[in-house]
C-alpha cells in the first residue's frame, strides 16, 4: 500500500485501521491451488477461518473455489450462513463442548475428531456421513513460537500416532462407514522438505491402517501451517518445491498402501491472508525515558502476536504533518532506536523493542505489515481501548467491511447499563 493511500486511509476511516487487499488474497489462493492441483488434480483447500473469519474475506476464497475450515460453533455458521455446501465444510474443533458437536451434526459438514474420546459422546447425537480423526504424528514445527508447534510430545491436539488404530477400530465397530484422516502440526513454517517429511509420517501410520481394518480413506487432510516471511530476510515458502515433493510421496505412497482415489485437502490460513493485510496505525506520544518510546494506537489489544508470540512484523513509517496532510519531506532523514507501544496499561504493550525506523514524530502513520491473519480475530477491547476498523481494497478503492467498535457496541451485552 501507498503512502498516499495510507494517509487517505486513515483520513476517512480512523484509525487503528485493518486494510486487506482483495487481489493479493486471490493470488496467494491461485497459487497454491494451481501448485498441488496440476500435479493432484483431486485436491482441495480448505480455508482455515479462524486466522480472519470478516465474512467480506472468506466470501473472496469461496469465490476461488475454497471451502471452509471452522473450529467452533459459530465459525460453522459463519460458513452456513455464506451459503457453503456441507461437503466443503470441514468441522475441526478441539476440546468439543456438548454443543459443538450437535452443531457439527446439524452442519452435516466433514467430521474430524481431536480424540477417541469424543466420539461416544457424538455419537449420543448422531452419526456423522464422514468422519476423520486428527493424529499427532510426533512431528511439530514453527517458525513463530514453540506455542505454535502443533504435534508432537507438548501439543495438546491430535491423537498420538501409535493409538491411531484403535480409535478408526472404534469408529467402524460403531457402524461408520465413511472415512477420512486429518493432521495439523505447525504453523507459518517455510521449509518445503518439512512437509513431505510429515506427509510421509502420516501415510506410513494410516496406510497400514486402512489394508488392516479394509477402509478406503476418502480424504487425506495434511493441514496448513504454508509460512510467509515476517523478518527482512526471510525467504517466501517455495510453494512448488512444496506441492511437488508432497504429492511425490502421496503417489508413492498412495500406491504402497492401495489408497486408490483419496482426495487431497490442506487448510491454510495464513499464507492465503497474512501478506495481504497491514494495520494503519497514528503516533500520538513520543516519550523520552530510560529509553525512547514511540507511543501509537496500535497496541497488544489490537495486535496480539508480538506480545503473545514475539513476533516480529515489519513496520513502514509514513511521515505527515499535523497528522493528516503530508508538507513535503522533513529536513531530516535521522534513524532512530526506538520502541513501539500500544495505550494499554500494560509494560508488555511494548511490541516492537529496539527497532531502526526513521525519526517518528506526533501525527506520523505506521504501517503493520504481514497483518492480515490472527490480527484483528485476536484483538480485544482492553482499557476500553475498542476493535478497530476493517477496510477492503478492490483494485485500490476502499470498501469498509466492519465499523469500528464504538462505546455503545461494548456496552451492548450488558444488563445493568442505562443511557443517559
Known sequence: MKNDLAKTLAKKYGTPLYVYDAERIRENYRRLHKAFSTRWPDFQIFYAVKSNSNPAVVQILLQEGAGCDCASENELKLAMRLRVPAEKILFSGNMLADADLKAGLESKALFNLDDTSLLPRLLKFGRPEVLSFRINPAIGKSNVHESDELAGAKAKFGIPWEKAEAAYALAKE??????????MTGSCVTDPAYFAKISEKLLNCVG????KLKIDF???????GFGIPYQPNEKPLDIEKTASLVVEIFKKKTKEFGLSEVKLFVEPGRYLVGDAGCLVGRVHAIKESYKKFVGTDVGMNILARPVLYGAYHGIRVVKCSNGTTDHGPRTTDLVETVTVTGQACENADAWAKDRKLPKLEVGDLIVVENAGAYGYVMSYPYNG???????????NQPKLIRKREAFEDWMSGTTLFQKG
Open 174 to 183: 460403531k457402524g461408520l462407514k465413511r472415512f477420512g484422516v486429518h493432521m
Open 385 to 395: 481501548r475498542l476493535r478497530a476498523a476493517e477496510v477492503l481494497l478492490e483494485k
Open 218 to 224: 476418502e480424504f487425506i487432510n495434511i493441514g496448513g
Open 208 to 211: 497400514p491402517i486402512g489394508k
